[in-house]
């Protein structure tokens, strides 16, 4: 009995003997169980302490020597069944993202999932341990809409279409705001990237926005010691990214920052919506200078228009005009030729005549946009559809270079995940993607969201946990959750 000894540990790392009871497994007799004296649940979120005077091997193999310890801690629960319980503290942050509301559900990416969401809000709204709710971007979706549909006359007539097709998602989120008991921060995304400061204060009244001095991006910065960052991760995709050069040579805006990930999306919701009809559209390979950087780099922007169009084809010809555009300075309705890479067959050279300079200006791109360890055009364009390349951003912009940035959250690629990281003062760091709430999502969950428990005087860890809502309650936990101690 007394060859092993169980610990609590405080958020100061103070160890307290707790009393505890040792049972042999009489089937396995070399199992040693271990409980709390009265047996009761460890307590959610707490870090213990093991020590021995015997020799002794847990269950995972790890083997005790004889005066060694054992740490291990307990997880969290989201804590909606605590309702109703004054005395839990208020230490959980809710983050979702990509929800992508649309102003006409004949199209919406979102439809099947939406009432699961507003459940989940509500419980959100009633949960006693929820301090904080963020919307890591991609809420308002402006982009996903078929080529050739009439959107608003404005930006406020498409940000309230949106609002008003949805109107119990934003009930549920001016409801919370309206009680007071838990902050709500939006960023924003890719898909709302247009979307103002004052469509969404004028839709969610009282909302916190998480903005930085390019429209479009907004880094929210919480959580003690400001060790938390949760952007949408947009920022790093060259296709998603703002355009603030050149675009404007299209639309003589001095304020337009529409990037090309538009125009796919539009031409990519006209294929779901024709059902992937069969086309006369091709993409031909050509002959190029491979000495000519910006004919290369034009080369991989045309052979990703390629892979996109070969896998969402679409019934119009690529000469036809048929995008109609109201947005960000985009006027007129153009055809898919103006935005892919033309190539000349005498001159052997690609042009592109909406985004002319576009491959040749990702670095300054990136300098306007604020991104802190910048990569080269050529890894932009053939990464971007790469999910790794966004979810080491993690890394290389937080881990990399700022210490007190312990964890990280982005949305963007619909991938929920927990990842362990380690940054340069040789601490454990965590990223984590809170998914998607779309209907349809290859090969990941949708319907998820990431929970950050912050400790507090009876714990020194930090708890990220990713979640998946499948409605009245229900919530069931994926990936492996991940905890630092601060």
Known sequence: QGSVKLFRIDAKGIASELPCYLRLDFNNPAMLNINTKPVQKFADGVE??????????????????????????????????????????????????????????????????????????????????????????????????????????????????????????????????????????????????????ADIARVFPGINQARGSVQGLGEYVTGENNSIVIEHGHKYNFFCAPDPISIKNA???????????????????????????????????????????????????YMSWKGILETLPVKEKFSEKVILTNIDGLNDTYSMSDVIPQYNASTKKFSVKLYDGLVSTWEKRQEINGVKAKNSAAEAILGANDDDLTDLQAKYQYFDNDPSKRIVIFGHTHKAKILPFENLKGQKTIYANSGTWIDHSLNYPNSTFVVVTEGGTDSPLTFVNLYQYTGNGTVTQWGTPQAITH
């Open 48 to 197: 213990y302490k093991i020590e021995v005077s015997g020799n002794l091997k847990s269950k995972s193999g790890v083997t005790m020597s004889s005066g060694s310890s054992l740490y291990f801690a307990t997880n969290v629960t989201p804590g909606f069944s605590t309702f109703g319980n004054s005395e839990v503290k208020r230490n959980k942050i809710v983050v979702i993202s990509d929800i992508h509301l649309g102003m006409d559900s004949k199209f919406a990416e979102i439809n099947k999932n939406f009432n699961n969401l507003v459940d989940l809000l509500t419980k959100v709204r009633t949960a006693p341990d929820v301090k904080e709710l963020v919307i890591g971007g991609d809420l308002m979706d402006q982009w996903f809409v078929p080529m050739n549909y009439k959107t608003p006359v404005d930006e406020a007539a498409f940000v309230d279409a949106i609002a008003a097709n949805n109107k119990p998602f934003v009930d549920a989120i001016v409801a919370i705001i309206k009680e007071g008991k838990t902050k709500v921060t939006y960023a924003p995304g890719n898909h709302d990237i247009t979307v103002t400061e």
């Open 251 to 301: 639309t003589g805006k001095p304020n337009s920052i529409m990037p090309p990930g538009y125009f796919f999306t539009r031409i990519a919701t006209s294929s779901i919506v024709q059902g992937k009809p069969k086309t006369e559209n091709t993409f031909p390979l050509h002959e190029i200078d491979k000495n000519d950087p910006d004919q290369l780099l034009l080369n991989y922007y």
